[in-house]
Nanobody, 125 residues
Framework: EVRLEESGGGLVQPGGSLRLSCVVA????????LGWFRHTPGKEREGVAL????????LYANSVRGRFTVSLDHAKNTLYLQMNNLKSEDTAMYYC??????????????????WGQGTQVTVSS
């Protein structure tokens, strides 16, 4: 059974940092792409970052490139999203997701069959 469980969300001031974690179980990383999405009420769920489980190459949304970093610790079966210089517009529910292949672009939500339950990130002073 594939399972993804996020943690690390919270309240942070603008300009601050947070690191989200996603513990992954039930599959071999080499065969999947792992990523982070976020959702704000009234907007579509958007891809934020994607990592190729086999080769480690990454993709980022334009809105977060240079501020967010996605990484994978194979020993801990954990995907991370380091978020620096956070802005109010980064406020959202963040989800960890897995896709059956690395697309070479940020996939849509319907291209990722596996999801975590989400963790809330709020950026506010």
């Amino acid at each position: 059974e594939v399972r993804l469980e996020e943690s690390g969300g919270g309240l942070v001031q603008p300009g601050g940092s947070l690191r989200l974690s996603c513990v992954v179980a039930g599959f071999t990383f080499d065969n999947y792409a792992l990523g982070w999405f976020r959702h704000t009420p009234g907007k579509e769920r958007e891809g934020v970052a994607l990592l190729n489980g086999r080769y480690g190459n990454t993709l980022y949304a334009n809105s977060v490139r240079g501020r967010f970093t996605v990484s994978l610790d194979h020993a801990k079966n954990t995907l991370y999203l380091q978020m620096n210089n956070l802005k109010s517009e980064d406020t959202a529910m963040y989800y960890c997701a897995a896709a059956n292949r690395f697309f070479g672009y940020l996939p849509g939500p319907n291209q990722c069959p596996y999801w975590g339950q989400g963790t809330q990130v709020t950026v506010s002073s």
